[in-house]
């Protein structure tokens, strides 16, 4: 049955985020992950409809959300819920109206919180002064006879190194995230699980010292294929002009020709 087959998938997607995280920890996107796709396993047991498994689905993020500042200090003290939960709800509202046809209950923050949210730590203690000085990202070639125990002895040498520790990935591919200050380690732990490539390293306080760059500072040249896009206002063609995006302007009553 669809409803059953989508509330089935939200809860692989859940077990695979937790599983994707070196230090899970509640109060974030996991928390509202863990709660969307509960009501829907619920929901859809009871028989009920695909819509009303995505409207139980985001109702209980929502709820969830608003829970957010309860399991994090961190949260509370800056007054906000967490930006990648608000983010998640973001979509599952999105999908609860094409599917029903009704826009959900707007979300209103608790009392006492602001209504723009910032992401949290997921290990409580990023950026900070005495915290890890680099970013390391790495894509990581695996052979997939050894991948299980490679990848599992990856993750624990990671865990010691840092923190912000996502692998995520599979059939051979894995996307490797953590903060450390042995970038070396790191890496040379990408070279004994398999071949790391695309590896970005970013030093911290050089970016703190730079300040916000906004996306549509530097402008794609890339040619060859263009990707078109139809964007409601200038702030979005910037966006997609500098990932390279030939730009159209359009929006609602703006629909462009073919």
């Given at each position: 049955k669809p409803a059953e087959t989508i509330a089935a998938a939200m809860a692989e997607a859940t077990e695979a985020s937790y599983a994707a995280v070196?230090?899970?920890?509640?109060?974030?996107?996991l928390s509202v992950s863990r709660a969307a796709s509960d009501a829907a396993l619920e929901t859809a047991g009871r028989g009920a409809r695909t819509r009303d498994v995505f409207t139980a689905a985001a109702a209980a993020a929502r709820a969830a959300l608003?829970?957010?500042?309860?399991?994090?200090?961190v949260l509370a003290q800056a007054?906000?819920?967490d930006a990648g939960g608000r983010g998640l709800c973001v979509v599952l509202d999105a999908v609860e109206t094409t599917a029903t046809g009704r826009r959900p209950t707007p979300?209103?923050?608790?009392?006492?919180?602001?209504?723009?949210?910032?992401?949290?730590?997921?290990?409580g203690d990023d950026l900070t002064d005495d915290g890890p000085?680099?970013?390391?990202?790495?894509?990581l070639d695996v052979s997939p006879d050894e991948e299980a125990q490679?990848?599992?002895?990856?993750?624990?040498?990671?865990?010691?190194?840092g923190d912000s520790l996502v692998v995520v990935g599979g059939d051979g591919l894995w996307n490797v995230h953590v903060h450390v200050d042995d970038v070396g380690a790191a890496i040379e732990a990408g070279i004994t699980a398999g071949r790391p490539h695309r590896i970005r390293v970013t030093h911290f306080a050089d970016q703190h010292a730079a300040g916000p760059q906004p996306p549509w500072t530097r402008v794609s040249t890339r040619a060859g294929r263009k990707v078109v896009a139809v964007a409601a206002g200038p702030g979005l063609a910037a966006l997609f002009e500098s990932a390279g995006a030939g730009v159209v302007t359009g929006g609602p009553g703006q629909g462009p020709s073919t």
């Open positions: 070196g230090s899970p920890v509640e109060g974030t996107i608003a829970r957010t500042p309860e399991q994090l200090d007054g906000v819920v979300w209103s923050a608790p009392i006492g919180t602001h209504l723009i949210p910032v992401a949290a730590s997921p290990a000085g680099y970013e390391v990202m790495y894509l490679r990848v599992a002895d990856l993750r624990a040498t990671l865990a010691t190194l």
